[in-house]
């Protein structure tokens, strides 16, 4: 399962990074689009380090965000509704 989207990061002030967004059976993975070989933002998300799962609703805009450790991750901008099966399935590994 996975869905474009971007993750929000802070490097001196709030950036969106482009990219995909793909849950796999063991952990959440964000990998980066971008032509520059050296300067990607990957993550990878152990499903058993997700603690809490929120899902907002904005005016223009939905993201999810995860607390992963002690520090919240958000997600927005996504190009397809694949992001609600995402959090669906969040919620079940949480709630396990």
Not at 68 to 93: M, P, R, S
Request: glycine letters at 4%; a positive charge.
């Amino acid at each position: 399962m996975e869905t474009a989207c971007s993750i929000k990061t802070f490097v001196f002030r709030r950036v969106s990074h482009p990219g995909v967004l793909k849950l796999e059976p063991k952990e959440l993975i964000f990998k980066q689009q971008t032509f520059a070989k050296d300067d990607t933002l990957d993550q990878i998300f152990p499903l058993d380090h997700i603690t809490k799962v929120k899902l907002k609703k904005g005016i223009f805009q939905t993201s999810l965000n995860i607390m992963c450790g002690n520090e919240w991750f958000t997600f927005h901008y996504f190009q397809d509704d694949n992001y609600l099966a995402i959090y669906h399935k969040l919620l079940e590994v949480i709630a396990q």
